[in-house]
């Protein structure tokens, strides 16, 4: 259905209009085979089983997450194979690698896809960057796109709790003329609450700048600079936690997440609402320019090639795992640790 988002109307699809009936209809012919098992993977595939989809698992044996899999239920030789054999299988692929994963594995994938079959992305990165990637499918499979707006965690959670996150959806390359069904049909499946549209180069670069940006990155940003100074000025670490993380995760942003900031702004004190009114443009005013430069760095292919690079290294886990460590070990974070195991739900 057409809807009007402020005063501008995109499409979007919700459960009403595409049931969850119509999609298995849609799809009931199809071997679905999601490949790898990091974040999206267990999320996406356990979503489809419990909805009573056809699918399969492909991983690499001896690998902690072909452990995961079993744990979660998969069996191997039945729902649960090597990553070639579930190509293999598959009508439907799901490239659920890591995008730079995706790369390494992309000759053999390759292989497997026979005319009609589909290649099922969440992240427009490999297709939108085929110049670096070398992934360009063949002209007879449909390419299409799937991309939960959240953490793999969050559309297991959601969907177990009956709820709906939201996806983004695109076709890159329809060959069967069935292509709009089946990324539908598969949005559906994996339990998004509604999808939008979107394309793959939208896709790619609105992501890579959400969580650079606001999503992580500032954010992150933005609670380090006010967490330093607050402990500067002789704050303690609780008060300063407090302030910065803890009053916004626990109890302003599920207000705002229920009626937006408009209300949490005419719903606190009078002496917030004068501050935050007068705060906030300086705020957007010294952010600007950074996105104006993150943007950029996208848009040019910077951030994709950076990504590209690391995480293509034999020891990029090793890496990634020292700096996430630093952030760990950051006094901000040990606060936090403690925090939480304060919250009385947490004891
Ligand atoms: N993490 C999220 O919540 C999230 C959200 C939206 C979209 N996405 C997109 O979904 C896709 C999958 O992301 P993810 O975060 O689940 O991936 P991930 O980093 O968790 O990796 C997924 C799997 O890829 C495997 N892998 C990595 N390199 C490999 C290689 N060279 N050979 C074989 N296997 C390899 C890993 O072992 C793992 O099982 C990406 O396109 C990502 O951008 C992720
Ligand atoms: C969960 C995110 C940040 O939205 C996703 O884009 C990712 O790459 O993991
Ligand atoms: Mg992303
Ligand atoms: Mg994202």
Known sequence: MKLKFGSVEENVVTREEFPLEKAREVLKDE??????????????????????????????????????????????????????????????????????????????????????????????????????????????????LVAPKGSGTSLRRMFVEGRGLNSSYAIYQDATGRAKDRVIALGIG??????????????????????????????????AAQYEVLRENGHSPS???????????????PLVAENGMDWMYANCSTTAQRGALDWWKPFRDATKPVFEKLYNSVKSGQEAQKSIDSNSRPDYREKLEAELKELRESEMWQAGATVRKLRPENN
């Not at 990165?125 to 110049?131: H, Q």
């Open 239 to 253: 008060e300063a936690f407090n302030e910065t993380v803890e009053e916004l995760t626990q109890s302003l942003m």
């Open 31 to 144: 071997v679905i085979a999601v490949i790898g098992y990091g974040v999206q993977g267990p999320g996406q595939a356990l979503n489809l089983k419990d909805n009573g989809f056809n699918v399969i698992v492909g991983q690499r044996k001896n690998s902690k997450t072909w452990d995961k899999a079993v744990a979660d239920g998969w069996v191997p030789g039945e729902t649960l194979f090597e990553i070639e054999e579930a190509c293999q299988r598959g009508t439907i692929i799901q490239f659920l690698l890591s995008d730079a994963g995706q790369i390494a594995l992309w000759p053999t994938v390759k292989k497997y896809l026979t005319p009609g079959k589909a290649l099922y992305f969440s992240h427009g990165f490999g297709i939108t960057y085929k110049e670096k990637t070398g992934i360009i499918p063949p002209p007879d499979v449909d390419v299409i």
């Open 190 to 223: 994996v339990g998004s609450g509604y999808l939008f549209e979107t394309d793959f180069y939208r896709e790619v670069t609105s992501d890579l700048t959400g969580e650079r940006g606001t999503l992580m990155g500032a954010i992150q940003g933005i609670f």
